[in-house]
Nanobody, 119 residues
Framework: QVQLVESGGGLVQPGGSLRLSCAAS????????MGWYRQTPGNQREMVAA???????NYADSVKGRFTISRDNAKKTVYLQMISLKPEDTAVYYC?????????????WGQGTQVTVSS
């Protein structure tokens, strides 16, 4: 089994910054793509940022220039650095990883961490 533990969410004022982390553990042979998604009540989960094993990144238009995704393959951890936060960034943020594990390749989600941007 694979477990994902997220941390770093919280309450921040508009214009502030937060850094989310998501660490994977368990029987993991390798990790392919890693990403962050977010969801607000009544809406579908949307992709925020993604990163391949080699470091290629992709961002939602709404966060380009403000959010940066990175990963540490040795620590099996993905990060999301968020700056210039806006109230519309308020959501539950989930990490997602594509893992080669037992019994095979699988897609796993974190438990979610709340990010609230408000004055």
């Amino acid at each position: 089994q694979v477990q994902l533990v997220e941390s770093g969410g919280g309450l921040v004022q508009p214009g502030g910054s937060l850094r989310l982390s998501c660490a994977a553990s368990g029987i993991i042979f390798s990790i392919a793509d890693m990403g962050w998604y977010r969801q607000t009540p009544g809406n579908q989960r949307e992709m925020v940022a993604a990163i391949t094993r080699s470091g290629n990144t992709n961002y939602a238009d709404s966060v380009k220039g403000r959010f940066t995704i990175s990963r540490d393959n040795a620590k099996k951890t993905v990060y999301l650095q968020m700056i210039s936060l806006k109230p519309e960034d308020t959501a539950v943020y989930y990490c997602n990883v594509d893992v080669f594990s037992v019994p095979g390749r699988g897609d796993y989600w974190g438990q979610g961490t709340q990010v609230t941007v408000s004055s």
